[in-house]
C-alpha cells in the first residue's frame, strides 16, 4: 500500500505491479491518480493517507507493506505510525524533506528516507573529489559506508587484519568492477578499491590511517 500519487509514489506502484504484487495506492486528491498509466490494475483510494477508514478501504488489513511517500512530513509519520501501530503492519517506511527529524522518527521504529539528504549526497558524490563523500548513511548520519583510498603498502596484507588496525569494518572490496564480500582469507590486490562501515565523526581518522604505509605498531 502506498500513500501518496505524487512522482514518487506512482513511479513505486509500477514497479511492484510488474513484480508481481498487489497495490493499492492512495491520495487526497483525485487527480493525482492520472500520473499512474492507463493499464494500472491496482486500486485507487481518494482520501487521507492516516484516516482509519480511508486505509481499511483501501486494504491495509491485508497490506504486507505501507510506504508513505506523500509531500508532508507529518502527515507520512502519522500514517506510517498508523499503519503499524494500529493496523499491524511491520514493514513501513515513511519518506521525510527534514533530515533532523530522522533520528527521532527511527526512535519511534519507523524507517525514514530522508529526500532532501539524501539528493545533496549524490550530487556530492559526483563533484567532490572521490572519497570525500560516503556512499550511503544512517537516516541519524552518525553511520556511514565510505570508499576509502588506500596506500599501496596495505596490499597484500588480509582485509581481516587491517580492521583492528583501522579500528573500522571492512564492508566490500570493489575488484575489477565488482563487489567482493570480505572473508577471513580476502587480501588486499592491487587495483581493489576498499569500502569501510564506521562512524562519520572517525572517518578522518580512518582515512589518515590507510592513507599512510601500515607502521611497525598498526
Same mark, same amino acid.
Given at each position: ?5 505524487? $512522482?514518487? +509514489?506512482? *513511479? ?12 493499492? =495506492? ?10 499512474? $498509466? ?9 482520501? =487521507? ?14 497490506? *504486507? ?11 507520512? !509519520? !502519522?500514517?506510517? $505510525? ?29 524507517? *525514514? ?43 597484500? =596484507? ?21 563487489? &567482493?564480500? !570480505? ?10 578499491? &576498499? ?12 582515512? @589518515? ?5 601500515? +607502521? @611497525?605498531?598498526?
Amino acid at each position: 500500500m502506498i500513500m501518496g500519487c505524487g $512522482r514518487v +509514489g506512482s *513511479t513505486l506502484a509500477h514497479i511492484l505491479e510488474d513484480n508481481g504484487h498487489s497495490v493499492a =495506492i492512495i491520495d487526497r486528491d483525485p487527480q493525482a491518480f492520472r500520473r499512474l $498509466r492507463a493499464g494500472f490494475r491496482g486500486r485507487r483510494v481518494t482520501g =487521507i493517507g492516516f484516516d482509519r477508514g480511508v486505509l481499511t478501504d483501501a486494504g491495509i488489513e491485508t497490506a *504486507t507493506a505501507y510506504v508513505a511517500v506523500s509531500s508532508g512530513d507529518n502527515s507520512n !509519520i !502519522i500514517s506510517a $505510525r498508523v499503519a503499524r501501530e494500529t493496523f499491524g503492519v511491520d514493514n513501513v517506511v515513511a519518506r521525510i524533506y527534514d533530515p533532523r527529524r530522522a533520528e527521532v522518527y527511527q526512535r519511534l521504529g519507523i524507517p *525514514t528516507v530522508a529526500t532532501v539528504r539524501w539528493t545533496a549526497d549524490q550530487i556530492l558524490r559526483r563533484v567532490m573529489p572521490e572519497g570525500a563523500e560516503p556512499l550511503w548513511r544512517d537516516p541519524t548520519g552518525a553511520v556511514v559506508l565510505a570508499e576509502v583510498p588506500v596506500h599501496p603498502a596495505w596490499i597484500g =596484507i588480509r582485509a581481516a587484519d587491517l580492521e583492528p588496525r583501522a579500528r573500522c569494518r571492512a564492508a566490500f572490496i570493489n575488484r575489477m568492477g565488482e563487489a &567482493l564480500v !570480505i572473508a577471513d582469507d580476502t587480501v588486499l590486490q592491487e587495483g581493489d578499491i &576498499l569500502h569501510v562501515i564506521a562512524a562519520e565523526n572517525d572517518m578522518d581518522r580512518i582515512n @589518515k590511517v590507510l592513507a599512510a604505509a601500515p +607502521g @611497525k605498531d598498526d
